[in-house]
Structures are given as C-alpha cells and as structure tokens.
C-alpha cells in the first residue's frame, strides 16, 4: 500500500528558531495535509493544500504542495514553547477510496524555552 | 456544534469479551472513519464510511466491525478483544474533500 516517509522523527529546537519538516510518497496524492496532536488529543488539522506547487500560510506556519505531488513540507517560523506537540502530515485522493487518509508517523517537536 | 464525540474516552477489557467504541459527528459530514494509533507506527486505518449504509475496510481491519444506519453515527465494534488490540482509537468525519476532523480518542487496554 501507499506509504509515507515523514522526517525528521523528532526535533529540539531553542525557542524563537525556524523549525522545517518533510514528507515523501511513493505514489501520488491529490491533497496533502498538516496535523498537530497535543498529548491526550486527537490530531488537529493545521494546513490543507489541493494544487501541485500551491503554498500556503497559517500564521507561522507554512506548507507546501511539491509540484511533483508526491511531497510537501511544513515550516514553523519563530517557534514558541505551544508549538510543542507531534506533527503528522497526511495524503489524500479522494476519488478513489474516499476514505483513505494516508498518515505518516509523525514529527515530535520540542522547543526549549 | 460539539464536532466528533468519542464514548468512552478509557476502556479497559479482559480478553474475548467484546464491546462498541461510539463515534457521533454534528457536522453533517458524508465521511466517517475509525483509526488507531500505536507508539512508533502513526495513525492506521481500520475501517471507513463515504455515506450512510456504505463501509469498507482500510489498512488493519481484522478484529473490528463497523457499520453506517445514519449520517450521524459510526460505531466500532471490537468482536473478541485481544490485547494485540491495546492501542489509541480516533474517529475522524470529513465533507470528503481532505479535511478530517478527529475526536479526542478512546484508550483501549485489554488485559
């Protein structure tokens, strides 16, 4: 089946630096996502994107939609210490099989104060 | 508008007994799935609902039924609980164009 590969697995930042992190898929996607999970919670979506090469902001955040649509890439700008939390980015095609939400297995990010 | 209601938030089993993780959306949406997730492995699908009446099975689904009788609801049901089914269940709604919305969780422990 589809996979994605999410990296890094797990990042220390200092507060106030710029954070980045990828996801890679053997196949192509016609929607890529950005999730946050805060520990005890279910996954939040942060940023969707629908075009191949579309960039989007929220907030700090950044996300983009690689051109070649089996990649996108997630930057934080000026961490702060709520940033902390586990990072997960999902493929979709719908379509397809409308329910296939592909997850990778996430980036857990911690930011020292 | 309370989103996507998971029931109950613990649970802990023996195994062989049986049991129905509860999921309700007031959104609306069409789409409905059931994911776990596992230290280390991410979040995997187990089942999933484009529509009311319409199921089938994603990445993991042996051990676990669903079914879809309304737009609302969407039901997991763990037949004889193993504890290889110890995990993390998220139910998550969507209109069906990407964006899902996840409930808080069920923590399954079967001992």
């Known amino acids: 089946g589809q996979q994605l590969n999410q990296s890094p697995q797990s990042m220390f930042i200092q507060e106030g630096e710029d954070v980045s992190m990828n996801c890679t898929s053997s196949s192509i996607f016609n929607t890529w996502l950005w999730y946050k999970q805060d520990p005890g919670e279910g996954p939040v979506l942060l940023i969707a994107?629908?075009?191949?090469?579309e960039l989007t902001s929220n907030g700090r955040l950044t996300a983009q939609f690689g051109i070649t649509r089996k990649d996108s890439f997630l930057n934080i700008s000026a961490s702060i210490p709520s940033d902390v939390g586990i990072y997960f980015c999902a493929g979709h095609n719908y379509g397809g099989s409308q329910g296939n939400l592909i997850f990778g297995k996430g980036t857990k990010l911690s930011v020292k104060p | 508008n309370a989103g996507v209601t998971q029931t109950p938030k613990f649970q802990v089993l023996k195994t062989g007994q049986s049991m129905t993780l509860q999921c309700a959306q007031d959104?609306?949406?069409?789409?409905m799935s059931w994911y776990r997730q596992d230290p280390g492995m991410g979040l995997r699908l187990i089942h999933y609902s484009v529509g009311a009446g319409i199921t089938d099975q994603g990445e993991v689904p042996n051990g676990y039924n669903v079914s879809r009788s309304t737009t609302e609801d969407f039901p997991l049901r763990l037949l004889s609980a193993a504890p290889s089914q110890t995990s993390v269940y998220f139910c998550?709604?969507?209109?069906?164009?990407?964006?899902?919305?996840f409930g808080s969780g069920t923590r399954l422990t079967v001992v």
């Open positions: 959104m609306n949406h069409e789409y």
């Open positions: 998550a709604s969507s209109l069906g164009t990407g964006g899902y919305t």
């Open positions: 994107l629908y075009k191949a090469g």
